[in-house]
């Protein structure tokens, strides 16, 4: 099952400008996760946010995290070509078997030259 | 580079074949998981071990069975799948178990076709 929704499903801008991404959720969570994904590639990751956090930042990413609204985005500044890849935001739920983390529809970010 | 390998990187089988997909790493992590990705689609959970022990089973018909012989080692083996089986089959480990909820690294994937 998928917990999260992503807005957009596909984004296309020019180097330079920001890109932010956004994903919804439906149940209360222990943390969120982002992943980046190239194509055909395994996923990497980029930045967590604990259910406790509102605001992180690593680089040239900013996540935020509002539990009320269950939602978080990711913005990404400066955006080069190499960030060319799909996004995927992931939920962490502890359950008493251990720890899910349960991936985002994601978003296809394109960025042109 | 990824610290977690998984081989084969493509595997093409046919429905009544049995294969296993090998995953390894060496950092040290005591939770392992196996996901399954369909194009264009998010990676789905299939299993997690912890400590050498399934302790998530999402369901997952019995054509697909998992081993973790150790704590570096985490197979898949495949046997009867249907042509829809046909995905990315990606490994992952995280440092945290039970009650922690960390990152997870993974590896680049399975590339499985059943014919």
């Known amino acids: 099952s998928q917990q999260g929704e992503e807005d957009p499903q596909a984004l296309s801008i020019q180097e330079g400008e920001n890109a932010t991404m956004n994903c919804s959720y439906k149940t209360s969570i222990n943390n969120l996760q982002w992943y980046r994904q190239n194509s055909g590639r395994g996923l990497v990751h980029l930045i967590l946010i604990r259910s406790n956090e509102r605001e992180k930042h690593s680089g040239r990413l900013r996540v935020t995290l509002d539990t009320s609204k269950k939602s978080s985005s990711l913005l990404i500044t400066a955006s080069r070509a190499a960030d060319t890849a799909s996004y995927f935001c992931a939920t962490v739920t502890i359950y008493n078997q251990g720890g899910k983390l349960i991936f985002g529809q994601g978003t296809e970010l394109s960025v042109k030259p | 580079d990824t610290e977690v390998t998984q081989t084969p990187k493509h595997l093409v089988m046919g429905m009544t074949n049995k294969k296993s997909l090998k995953c390894e790493q060496h950092?040290?992590?005591?939770?392992m998981y196996w996901y399954k990705q369909k194009a264009k689609k998010p990676p789905e959970l299939m299993f997690v071990?912890?400590?050498?022990?399934?302790?998530i089973n999402e369901s997952v018909p019995s054509r697909f069975s998992p081993e973790c012989p150790n704590s570096s080692l985490l197979n898949l083996h495949l046997h009867a799948l249907q042509p829809e089986d046909s995905a990315l089959y990606l490994c992952?480990?995280?440092?945290?178990?039970?009650?922690?909820?960390?990152?997870?690294?993974f590896g680049e994937g399975s590339r499985l076709t059943v014919l």
């Open positions: 950092m040290g992590h005591r939770a």
């Open positions: 992952a480990s995280s440092p945290h178990t039970k009650g922690r909820g960390g990152e997870l690294f």
């Open positions: 071990y912890s400590y050498e022990k399934l302790s």
